[in-house]
Protein backbone atom coordinates (compact mmCIF):
# COMPACT_ATOMS: atom_id res chain seq x y z
CA UNK A 1 0.00 0.00 0.00
CA UNK A 2 1.11 3.46 -0.84
CA UNK A 3 1.69 6.46 1.93
CA UNK A 4 -0.64 9.09 1.88
CA UNK A 5 1.21 12.21 0.89
CA UNK A 6 1.63 14.31 4.01
CA UNK A 7 4.39 15.93 6.20
CA UNK A 8 3.42 13.59 8.89
CA UNK A 9 5.10 10.91 6.69
CA UNK A 10 8.27 12.75 5.79
CA UNK A 11 6.89 14.40 2.32
CA UNK A 12 7.29 18.17 1.39
CA UNK A 13 9.18 20.57 3.82
CA UNK A 14 7.77 21.88 7.38
CA UNK A 15 5.04 24.11 7.09
CA UNK A 16 5.41 27.25 7.17
CA UNK A 17 3.76 29.90 9.62
CA UNK A 18 0.64 31.30 8.42
CA UNK A 19 1.25 35.13 7.14
CA UNK A 20 -1.32 34.92 4.38
CA UNK A 21 -5.22 34.07 4.23
CA UNK A 22 -6.84 32.99 0.93
CA UNK A 23 -10.38 32.89 0.43
CA UNK A 24 -11.86 30.67 -2.69
CA UNK A 25 -9.68 27.37 -1.71
CA UNK A 26 -10.36 25.82 -5.17
CA UNK A 27 -7.85 24.59 -8.00
CA UNK A 28 -6.71 27.92 -9.44
CA UNK A 29 -4.82 28.87 -6.15
CA UNK A 30 -3.24 25.94 -5.49
CA UNK A 31 -1.98 26.27 -9.21
CA UNK A 32 -0.76 30.04 -9.23
CA UNK A 33 -0.56 31.99 -5.36
CA UNK A 34 0.04 28.90 -3.47
CA UNK A 35 2.66 28.17 -6.28
CA UNK A 36 4.16 31.74 -6.32
CA UNK A 37 4.41 31.61 -2.76
CA UNK A 38 6.66 28.19 -2.64
CA UNK A 39 8.89 29.39 -5.80
CA UNK A 40 9.75 32.45 -3.48
CA UNK A 41 13.28 32.68 -2.31
CA UNK A 42 11.68 33.11 1.23
CA UNK A 43 9.21 30.60 0.75
CA UNK A 44 10.05 28.95 4.49
CA UNK A 45 8.99 32.53 6.05
CA UNK A 46 5.65 32.57 4.27
CA UNK A 47 2.52 29.37 4.73
CA UNK A 48 -0.89 30.68 3.45
CA UNK A 49 -4.30 29.18 5.54
CA UNK A 50 -6.93 29.67 2.78
CA UNK A 51 -10.74 29.41 3.17
CA UNK A 52 -13.34 27.60 1.00
CA UNK A 53 -15.55 30.08 -0.68
CA UNK A 54 -18.69 28.49 0.00
CA UNK A 55 -19.33 25.51 2.06
CA UNK A 56 -16.20 22.87 1.61
CA UNK A 57 -16.83 19.97 -0.93
CA UNK A 58 -14.37 18.02 1.27
CA UNK A 59 -11.34 19.55 -0.21
CA UNK A 60 -10.40 21.16 3.17
CA UNK A 61 -10.60 18.00 4.78
CA UNK A 62 -8.50 16.24 2.10
CA UNK A 63 -5.79 18.92 2.33
CA UNK A 64 -5.91 18.37 6.01
CA UNK A 65 -5.04 14.81 6.16
CA UNK A 66 -2.31 15.53 3.74
CA UNK A 67 -1.48 18.16 6.25
CA UNK A 68 -1.50 20.37 3.49
CA UNK A 69 0.54 19.16 0.73
CA UNK A 70 -0.95 18.59 -2.81
CA UNK A 71 0.81 17.68 -6.34
CA UNK A 72 0.76 20.02 -8.49
CA UNK A 73 0.50 18.40 -12.74
CA UNK A 74 2.36 20.76 -15.13
CA UNK A 75 0.94 19.39 -18.12
CA UNK A 76 2.92 20.34 -21.23
CA UNK A 77 2.05 19.16 -24.60
CA UNK A 78 5.02 16.48 -24.65
CA UNK A 79 4.47 15.27 -21.00
CA UNK A 80 3.81 15.86 -17.13
CA UNK A 81 5.83 17.25 -14.81
CA UNK A 82 4.64 16.42 -10.74
CA UNK A 83 5.94 18.50 -7.61
CA UNK A 84 4.49 19.00 -4.16
CA UNK A 85 3.65 22.68 -3.26
CA UNK A 86 4.70 23.55 -0.15
CA UNK A 87 2.92 26.76 1.07
CA UNK A 88 -0.26 25.66 2.06
CA UNK A 89 -0.12 24.97 5.48
CA UNK A 90 -4.09 25.24 6.51
CA UNK A 91 -6.62 24.28 5.02
CA UNK A 92 -10.54 25.40 6.06
CA UNK A 93 -14.14 25.24 4.94
CA UNK A 94 -16.13 28.07 4.76
CA UNK A 95 -17.97 27.84 7.80
CA UNK A 96 -14.55 27.78 10.20
CA UNK A 97 -15.52 31.83 10.94
CA UNK A 98 -13.35 31.52 14.09
CA UNK A 99 -10.27 30.03 12.77
CA UNK A 100 -11.04 33.03 9.94
CA UNK A 101 -11.32 35.96 12.75
CA UNK A 102 -8.25 34.63 14.99
CA UNK A 103 -6.26 34.62 11.26
CA UNK A 104 -6.83 38.20 10.52
CA UNK A 105 -6.85 39.27 14.62
CA UNK A 106 -2.93 38.12 14.07
CA UNK A 107 -0.06 40.64 13.48
CA UNK A 108 1.39 38.24 11.77
CA UNK A 109 -1.17 38.12 8.92
CA UNK A 110 0.16 40.17 6.22
CA UNK A 111 -1.64 39.58 2.80
CA UNK A 112 -5.27 38.32 2.09
CA UNK A 113 -6.07 37.16 -1.37
CA UNK A 114 -9.13 36.36 -3.34
CA UNK A 115 -10.53 33.95 -6.01
CA UNK A 116 -14.22 33.93 -5.49
CA UNK A 117 -15.57 34.10 -8.95
CA UNK A 118 -17.08 37.02 -10.87
CA UNK A 119 -19.87 36.52 -9.00
CA UNK A 120 -18.63 36.38 -6.17
CA UNK A 121 -18.03 40.31 -5.07
CA UNK A 122 -22.15 40.72 -5.51
CA UNK A 123 -22.28 43.44 -7.41
CA UNK A 124 -24.94 45.71 -8.35
CA UNK A 125 -25.52 47.49 -11.53
CA UNK A 126 -23.84 50.99 -10.19
CA UNK A 127 -20.87 48.70 -9.35
CA UNK A 128 -20.86 48.49 -6.08
CA UNK A 129 -22.35 46.07 -3.32
CA UNK A 130 -25.91 45.23 -3.99
CA UNK A 131 -26.72 45.78 -0.71
CA UNK A 132 -30.63 44.62 -1.61
CA UNK A 133 -29.55 40.98 -2.37
CA UNK A 134 -31.13 38.83 0.77
CA UNK A 135 -27.68 37.12 1.17
CA UNK A 136 -26.43 40.50 2.16
CA UNK A 137 -28.70 41.91 4.23
CA UNK A 138 -28.67 38.41 6.08
CA UNK A 139 -24.95 38.93 7.00
CA UNK A 140 -25.36 42.47 7.23
CA UNK A 141 -27.78 41.84 10.25
CA UNK A 142 -26.06 39.14 11.88
CA UNK A 143 -23.37 41.21 12.04
CA UNK A 144 -25.24 44.35 13.32
CA UNK A 145 -26.66 41.57 16.08
CA UNK A 146 -22.46 39.71 16.56
CA UNK A 147 -19.61 40.75 15.21
CA UNK A 148 -18.31 37.74 15.29
CA UNK A 149 -21.34 35.87 13.60
CA UNK A 150 -20.97 33.76 11.11
CA UNK A 151 -21.10 35.21 8.02
CA UNK A 152 -21.51 33.67 4.42
CA UNK A 153 -20.88 36.58 1.69
CA UNK A 154 -17.07 37.20 0.50
CA UNK A 155 -17.52 41.18 1.43
CA UNK A 156 -19.24 40.62 5.15
CA UNK A 157 -16.42 37.85 6.00
CA UNK A 158 -13.89 40.27 4.34
CA UNK A 159 -15.81 43.02 6.69
CA UNK A 160 -15.94 40.90 9.76
CA UNK A 161 -12.45 39.78 9.72
CA UNK A 162 -10.69 43.74 9.37
CA UNK A 163 -12.93 44.05 12.33
CA UNK A 164 -11.20 41.29 14.30
CA UNK A 165 -8.26 42.75 13.02
CA UNK A 166 -9.19 46.71 14.35
CA UNK A 167 -10.25 44.99 17.51
CA UNK A 168 -6.67 43.84 17.98
CA UNK A 169 -5.19 46.29 16.73
CA UNK A 170 -2.90 43.87 14.52
CA UNK A 171 -1.91 46.77 12.33
CA UNK A 172 -2.57 46.95 8.58
CA UNK A 173 -3.34 44.41 5.97
CA UNK A 174 -3.29 44.28 1.95
CA UNK A 175 -5.89 42.55 0.39
CA UNK A 176 -5.13 40.77 -3.20
CA UNK A 177 -8.14 40.07 -5.40
CA UNK A 178 -7.28 37.42 -8.23
CA UNK A 179 -10.39 36.85 -9.90
CA UNK A 180 -10.76 37.67 -13.92
CA UNK A 181 -12.05 40.70 -13.53
CA UNK A 182 -10.97 44.51 -14.71
CA UNK A 183 -9.89 46.63 -12.15
CA UNK A 184 -10.27 43.86 -9.45
CA UNK A 185 -8.49 46.17 -6.73
CA UNK A 186 -11.26 48.92 -7.24
CA UNK A 187 -14.35 46.36 -7.55
CA UNK A 188 -12.89 44.50 -4.12
CA UNK A 189 -12.09 47.74 -2.21
CA UNK A 190 -15.84 49.41 -3.40
CA UNK A 191 -17.72 46.33 -1.84
CA UNK A 192 -15.68 46.11 0.98
CA UNK A 193 -16.21 49.80 1.98
CA UNK A 194 -19.91 49.61 1.06
CA UNK A 195 -20.12 46.46 3.53
CA UNK A 196 -18.19 48.16 6.19
CA UNK A 197 -20.04 51.19 5.75
CA UNK A 198 -23.49 50.20 5.27
CA UNK A 199 -22.57 48.33 9.39
CA UNK A 200 -20.40 51.06 10.76
CA UNK A 201 -19.54 54.22 9.06
CA UNK A 202 -17.26 54.95 11.59
CA UNK A 203 -14.75 52.12 10.39
CA UNK A 204 -14.14 53.95 7.30
CA UNK A 205 -11.49 56.46 9.05
CA UNK A 206 -9.83 52.61 9.91
CA UNK A 207 -10.20 51.17 6.72
CA UNK A 208 -8.02 54.68 4.92
CA UNK A 209 -5.33 53.90 7.26
CA UNK A 210 -5.02 50.00 7.62
CA UNK A 211 -6.37 48.81 4.28
CA UNK A 212 -4.36 48.48 1.12
CA UNK A 213 -6.02 47.15 -2.14
CA UNK A 214 -3.99 45.53 -4.82
CA UNK A 215 -5.07 44.92 -8.77
CA UNK A 216 -3.63 41.68 -10.22
CA UNK A 217 -4.04 40.15 -13.76
CA UNK A 218 -3.60 36.65 -13.40
CA UNK A 219 -3.38 33.55 -15.55
CA UNK A 220 -2.69 29.57 -15.56
CA UNK A 221 -5.05 27.95 -17.13
CA UNK A 222 -6.07 25.47 -14.90
CA UNK A 223 -9.10 23.50 -15.37
CA UNK A 224 -11.01 21.01 -12.85
CA UNK A 225 -9.34 17.64 -12.75
CA UNK A 226 -10.83 14.33 -13.27
CA UNK A 227 -10.90 11.61 -11.27
CA UNK A 228 -7.90 9.85 -12.93
CA UNK A 229 -5.15 12.25 -12.04
CA UNK A 230 -4.77 10.39 -8.45
CA UNK A 231 -3.71 7.29 -10.22
CA UNK A 232 -1.77 9.20 -12.57
CA UNK A 233 0.15 10.92 -9.50
CA UNK A 234 0.04 7.28 -7.63
CA UNK A 235 1.85 6.04 -10.62
CA UNK A 236 4.65 8.77 -11.37
CA UNK A 237 5.26 9.66 -7.37
CA UNK A 238 4.61 6.25 -5.38
CA UNK A 239 2.54 7.97 -2.78
CA UNK A 240 -1.23 8.76 -2.75
CA UNK A 241 -2.64 12.47 -3.38
CA UNK A 242 -6.28 12.67 -2.84
CA UNK A 243 -6.31 16.50 -4.10
CA UNK A 244 -3.62 16.57 -7.13
CA UNK A 245 -4.20 19.53 -9.39
CA UNK A 246 -3.44 19.99 -13.16
CA UNK A 247 -2.44 23.10 -14.86
CA UNK A 248 -0.43 24.45 -17.58
CA UNK A 249 3.55 25.26 -18.14
CA UNK A 250 2.44 28.94 -18.78
CA UNK A 251 1.71 31.51 -15.83
CA UNK A 252 1.22 35.20 -14.97
CA UNK A 253 0.73 37.12 -12.34
CA UNK A 254 0.76 40.92 -12.37
CA UNK A 255 0.45 42.96 -9.50
CA UNK A 256 0.11 46.57 -8.70
CA UNK A 257 -0.10 47.86 -5.16
CA UNK A 258 1.18 48.86 -1.41
CA UNK A 259 1.86 46.03 0.81
CA UNK A 260 2.30 47.93 4.00
CA UNK A 261 3.07 44.25 6.16
CA UNK A 262 5.32 42.92 3.65
CA UNK A 263 4.92 39.96 1.41
CA UNK A 264 6.69 36.98 -0.04
CA UNK A 265 9.22 37.48 -3.08
CA UNK A 266 6.80 36.37 -5.46
CA UNK A 267 8.74 38.96 -7.74
CA UNK A 268 11.99 36.25 -7.65
CA UNK A 269 9.38 33.41 -9.06
CA UNK A 270 8.26 35.58 -12.12
CA UNK A 271 5.74 37.71 -10.86
CA UNK A 272 5.32 41.50 -12.31
CA UNK A 273 4.90 44.40 -10.22
CA UNK A 274 3.91 47.38 -12.34
CA UNK A 275 2.34 50.65 -11.91
CA UNK A 276 -0.53 49.65 -14.12
CA UNK A 277 -1.97 46.46 -14.57
CA UNK A 278 -4.56 47.49 -17.31
CA UNK A 279 -2.28 46.76 -20.78
CA UNK A 280 -1.88 43.13 -19.32
CA UNK A 281 -5.21 42.37 -17.97
CA UNK A 282 -6.88 43.77 -21.04
CA UNK A 283 -5.00 41.66 -23.27
CA UNK A 284 -5.36 38.47 -21.36
CA UNK A 285 -9.26 39.21 -20.50
CA UNK A 286 -10.25 39.89 -24.33
CA UNK A 287 -7.82 37.79 -26.40
CA UNK A 288 -7.83 34.53 -23.96
CA UNK A 289 -10.67 34.60 -21.58
CA UNK A 290 -13.07 36.47 -24.65
CA UNK A 291 -11.69 33.72 -26.81
CA UNK A 292 -12.73 30.70 -23.98
CA UNK A 293 -16.07 32.28 -23.69
CA UNK A 294 -16.55 31.77 -27.88
CA UNK A 295 -14.92 28.30 -27.79
CA UNK A 296 -17.21 27.84 -24.74
CA UNK A 297 -20.37 28.57 -26.66
CA UNK A 298 -20.13 28.44 -30.32
CA UNK A 299 -17.74 25.20 -29.97
CA UNK A 300 -20.56 23.35 -27.90
CA UNK A 301 -22.94 24.62 -30.54
CA UNK A 302 -20.89 22.55 -32.97
CA UNK A 303 -20.83 19.28 -30.46
CA UNK A 304 -17.13 19.90 -28.76
CA UNK A 305 -16.53 19.43 -25.20
CA UNK A 306 -12.98 20.70 -24.62
CA UNK A 307 -11.34 23.38 -25.56
CA UNK A 308 -8.49 21.70 -27.65
CA UNK A 309 -11.45 19.77 -29.42
CA UNK A 310 -12.94 23.11 -30.30
CA UNK A 311 -9.85 25.20 -31.39
CA UNK A 312 -8.99 22.43 -33.62
CA UNK A 313 -11.99 22.87 -35.80
CA UNK A 314 -11.15 25.24 -38.66
CA UNK A 315 -14.67 26.90 -38.52
CA UNK A 316 -14.05 27.37 -35.06
CA UNK A 317 -10.23 28.77 -35.84
CA UNK A 318 -12.09 31.42 -38.41
CA UNK A 319 -14.23 32.40 -35.62
CA UNK A 320 -11.95 33.07 -33.47
CA UNK A 321 -9.12 34.83 -35.64
CA UNK A 322 -12.44 37.16 -36.44
CA UNK A 323 -12.83 38.06 -32.68
CA UNK A 324 -9.00 38.43 -32.25
CA UNK A 325 -8.83 40.90 -35.48
CA UNK A 326 -11.58 43.02 -33.69
CA UNK A 327 -10.11 42.84 -29.97
CA UNK A 328 -6.77 43.75 -31.12
CA UNK A 329 -7.60 46.72 -33.13
CA UNK A 330 -8.69 48.15 -29.50
CA UNK A 331 -5.28 47.05 -27.93
CA UNK A 332 -2.84 49.65 -28.00
CA UNK A 333 0.17 47.28 -28.05
CA UNK A 334 2.66 46.33 -30.47
CA UNK A 335 0.63 44.36 -33.54
CA UNK A 336 3.97 42.11 -33.37
CA UNK A 337 3.22 41.79 -29.98
CA UNK A 338 -0.11 40.69 -29.94
CA UNK A 339 0.69 38.54 -32.72
CA UNK A 340 3.29 36.28 -30.54
CA UNK A 341 0.91 36.60 -27.74
CA UNK A 342 -1.77 35.11 -30.30
CA UNK A 343 0.34 32.76 -31.47
CA UNK A 344 1.18 31.32 -28.29
CA UNK A 345 -2.41 31.05 -26.87
CA UNK A 346 -2.92 28.82 -29.91
CA UNK A 347 -0.79 26.49 -28.88
CA UNK A 348 -1.74 26.77 -24.94
CA UNK A 349 -5.32 26.09 -26.32
CA UNK A 350 -4.12 23.13 -28.81
CA UNK A 351 -2.26 21.46 -25.50
CA UNK A 352 -3.92 17.63 -26.56
CA UNK A 353 -3.33 16.72 -22.53
CA UNK A 354 -5.45 19.52 -21.29
CA UNK A 355 -8.95 18.92 -20.99
CA UNK A 356 -10.45 22.08 -20.32
CA UNK A 357 -14.03 21.75 -20.34
CA UNK A 358 -16.27 24.20 -22.56
CA UNK A 359 -18.94 23.24 -19.84
CA UNK A 360 -16.98 24.61 -17.20
CA UNK A 361 -15.78 27.69 -19.22
CA UNK A 362 -19.60 28.50 -19.93
CA UNK A 363 -20.57 29.05 -16.59
CA UNK A 364 -22.19 32.42 -15.51
CA UNK A 365 -21.69 33.98 -19.04
CA UNK A 366 -24.03 37.11 -17.62
CA UNK A 367 -20.88 37.88 -15.44
CA UNK A 368 -18.43 36.98 -17.64
CA UNK A 369 -19.51 38.49 -21.23
CA UNK A 370 -19.79 42.54 -19.78
CA UNK A 371 -16.80 42.09 -19.19
CA UNK A 372 -15.21 39.61 -22.04
CA UNK A 373 -16.60 40.67 -25.23
CA UNK A 374 -18.76 44.15 -24.46
CA UNK A 375 -15.97 46.35 -24.07
CA UNK A 376 -14.24 45.32 -27.66
CA UNK A 377 -18.10 45.70 -29.45
CA UNK A 378 -19.20 49.15 -28.10
CA UNK A 379 -15.39 50.52 -29.05
CA UNK A 380 -15.80 49.24 -32.85
CA UNK A 381 -19.70 49.98 -32.75
CA UNK A 382 -18.30 53.45 -31.71
CA UNK A 383 -16.00 53.44 -34.74
CA UNK A 384 -18.48 52.52 -36.93
CA UNK A 385 -17.52 48.69 -37.53
CA UNK A 386 -19.72 45.86 -37.08
CA UNK A 387 -17.56 43.40 -35.05
CA UNK A 388 -18.91 40.28 -36.54
CA UNK A 389 -16.36 38.00 -34.05
CA UNK A 390 -17.47 39.51 -30.93
CA UNK A 391 -21.50 39.63 -31.83
CA UNK A 392 -21.20 35.98 -32.91
CA UNK A 393 -20.21 35.22 -28.78
CA UNK A 394 -23.65 36.93 -27.92
CA UNK A 395 -24.96 35.11 -30.70
CA UNK A 396 -23.74 31.61 -29.32
CA UNK A 397 -24.81 32.68 -25.64
CA UNK A 398 -28.48 33.07 -26.82
CA UNK A 399 -27.82 30.08 -28.37
CA UNK A 400 -27.08 27.82 -25.47
CA UNK A 401 -29.96 29.61 -23.09
CA UNK A 402 -31.99 28.54 -25.54
CA UNK A 403 -31.13 24.75 -25.20
CA UNK A 404 -28.49 24.29 -27.67
CA UNK A 405 -24.48 23.66 -27.10
CA UNK A 406 -22.85 23.96 -23.21
CA UNK A 407 -25.73 23.62 -20.59
CA UNK A 408 -26.63 26.96 -18.99
CA UNK A 409 -25.25 26.86 -15.15
CA UNK A 410 -25.43 30.81 -14.59
CA UNK A 411 -25.74 32.81 -11.28
CA UNK A 412 -28.46 34.66 -13.22
CA UNK A 413 -30.22 31.55 -15.27
CA UNK A 414 -33.51 32.76 -13.68
CA UNK A 415 -33.95 35.86 -15.30
CA UNK A 416 -31.66 35.36 -18.39
CA UNK A 417 -32.93 32.30 -19.33
CA UNK A 418 -36.79 33.61 -19.85
CA UNK A 419 -35.42 36.69 -21.76
CA UNK A 420 -33.77 34.10 -24.72
CA UNK A 421 -37.63 32.32 -25.17
CA UNK A 422 -39.62 32.94 -27.59
CA UNK A 423 -39.55 33.98 -31.44
CA UNK A 424 -35.98 34.39 -31.78
CA UNK A 425 -35.43 37.79 -33.41
CA UNK A 426 -37.19 39.13 -30.57
CA UNK A 427 -35.00 36.97 -27.95
CA UNK A 428 -31.97 38.33 -29.28
CA UNK A 429 -33.00 41.67 -29.04
CA UNK A 430 -34.09 41.41 -24.99
CA UNK A 431 -30.76 39.57 -24.18
CA UNK A 432 -28.58 41.99 -25.73
CA UNK A 433 -30.85 44.81 -23.91
CA UNK A 434 -30.18 43.20 -20.73
CA UNK A 435 -26.88 43.36 -21.23
CA UNK A 436 -26.60 46.82 -22.33
CA UNK A 437 -29.36 48.74 -23.41
CA UNK A 438 -27.80 50.30 -25.83
CA UNK A 439 -27.05 47.43 -27.61
CA UNK A 440 -30.69 46.37 -27.73
CA UNK A 441 -31.56 49.30 -29.40
CA UNK A 442 -29.16 48.94 -32.03
CA UNK A 443 -31.01 47.60 -34.91
CA UNK A 444 -27.93 46.48 -36.75
CA UNK A 445 -26.22 44.44 -33.69
CA UNK A 446 -29.84 42.83 -33.40
CA UNK A 447 -30.56 41.88 -37.27
CA UNK A 448 -26.48 40.53 -37.01
CA UNK A 449 -26.69 38.71 -33.96
CA UNK A 450 -30.29 37.34 -34.76
CA UNK A 451 -28.82 36.16 -38.00
CA UNK A 452 -25.70 34.24 -36.66
CA UNK A 453 -27.71 32.90 -34.28
CA UNK A 454 -30.20 31.19 -37.27
CA UNK A 455 -26.57 30.19 -38.73
CA UNK A 456 -25.39 29.02 -35.46
CA UNK A 457 -28.36 26.87 -34.65
CA UNK A 458 -29.18 25.53 -38.42
CA UNK A 459 -25.34 23.84 -38.27
CA UNK A 460 -25.59 22.31 -34.38
CA UNK A 461 -24.69 18.90 -34.57
CA UNK A 462 -26.03 18.30 -31.02
N1 LIG B 1 -9.17 28.05 -13.28
C1 LIG B 1 -8.49 28.94 -13.99
O1 LIG B 1 -7.92 28.60 -15.06
C2 LIG B 1 -8.36 30.37 -13.53
C3 LIG B 1 -7.36 31.17 -14.10
C4 LIG B 1 -7.28 32.53 -13.75
C5 LIG B 1 -8.16 33.04 -12.79
N2 LIG B 1 -9.09 32.22 -12.24
C6 LIG B 1 -10.01 32.82 -11.25
O2 LIG B 1 -10.16 31.98 -10.15
C7 LIG B 1 -11.54 31.76 -9.88
C8 LIG B 1 -11.72 30.40 -9.26
O3 LIG B 1 -11.32 29.41 -10.21
P1 LIG B 1 -11.00 27.93 -9.73
O4 LIG B 1 -10.54 27.20 -10.94
O5 LIG B 1 -10.16 27.94 -8.53
O6 LIG B 1 -12.45 27.40 -9.33
P2 LIG B 1 -12.81 26.30 -8.23
O7 LIG B 1 -14.19 25.88 -8.57
O8 LIG B 1 -11.76 25.27 -8.14
O9 LIG B 1 -12.82 27.12 -6.86
C9 LIG B 1 -13.67 28.21 -6.69
C10 LIG B 1 -13.62 28.74 -5.28
O10 LIG B 1 -14.42 29.91 -5.26
C11 LIG B 1 -15.46 29.75 -4.31
N3 LIG B 1 -16.68 30.40 -4.78
C12 LIG B 1 -17.41 30.11 -5.88
N4 LIG B 1 -18.45 30.94 -5.97
C13 LIG B 1 -18.37 31.78 -4.90
C14 LIG B 1 -19.18 32.84 -4.43
N5 LIG B 1 -20.26 33.23 -5.08
N6 LIG B 1 -18.79 33.47 -3.29
C15 LIG B 1 -17.69 33.08 -2.62
N7 LIG B 1 -16.89 32.08 -3.03
C16 LIG B 1 -17.24 31.43 -4.14
C17 LIG B 1 -15.65 28.26 -4.15
O11 LIG B 1 -16.23 27.95 -2.88
C18 LIG B 1 -14.20 27.78 -4.25
O12 LIG B 1 -13.56 27.92 -3.01
C19 LIG B 1 -12.23 31.96 -11.23
O13 LIG B 1 -13.56 32.37 -11.08
C20 LIG B 1 -11.37 33.03 -11.87
O14 LIG B 1 -11.85 34.32 -11.56
C21 LIG B 1 -9.22 30.90 -12.58
O1 LIG C 1 -12.19 31.02 -14.39
P1 LIG C 1 -13.41 31.62 -15.08
O2 LIG C 1 -14.62 30.77 -14.84
O3 LIG C 1 -13.58 33.07 -14.80
O4 LIG C 1 -13.13 31.54 -16.63
C1 LIG C 1 -12.87 30.33 -17.31
C2 LIG C 1 -11.57 30.42 -18.10
O5 LIG C 1 -11.72 31.34 -19.16
C3 LIG C 1 -10.43 30.87 -17.21
O6 LIG C 1 -10.39 30.13 -16.04
C4 LIG C 1 -9.08 30.76 -17.91
O7 LIG C 1 -8.70 29.43 -18.03
C5 LIG C 1 -8.04 31.49 -17.10
O8 LIG C 1 -8.41 32.83 -16.93
C6 LIG C 1 -6.65 31.38 -17.69
O9 LIG C 1 -5.77 32.12 -16.91
Same mark, same amino acid.
Given at each position: ???? @? ?13 ? @? ?216 ? !? ?106 ? @? ?17 ? !? ?36 ? !? ?59
Amino acid at each position: MNAL @LSRSAGHGRAAPPVR @LVHLGLGNFFRAHQCWYTDHAPDAADWGYAAFSGRGGGGLPTRLTAQDGLYTLVTRGAAGDTFEVVNSLARAHDADDHQAWLTYFGSPRLSVVTLTVTEAGYLRGPDGGLDAGRPEVQADLAALRADLSAVVRTAPARLVAGLVARRSAGAGPVALVPCDNVPGNGAIVDRVVRDMAHLLDPALTDWLDDSLTVVTTAVDRITPRPTPDESGRVRQAT !GFDDDCPVVTEPFREWVLSGRFPAGRPGWQDAGATFTDDVTPYERRKLWLLNGAHSLLAYAGSIRGHTSVSQAVGDATCRQWLEQWWQAASRQLDQREADLAAYRHAL @LDRFANPRMHHQLAQIGAD !GSQKLPIRILPVLRAERAAGRMPTGATLVLAAWICCLR !GLGAPVSDVHAQSVVPLADGPLRDAARRVLHDLDPALGEDAEVVATVWQQCQELAGGATT
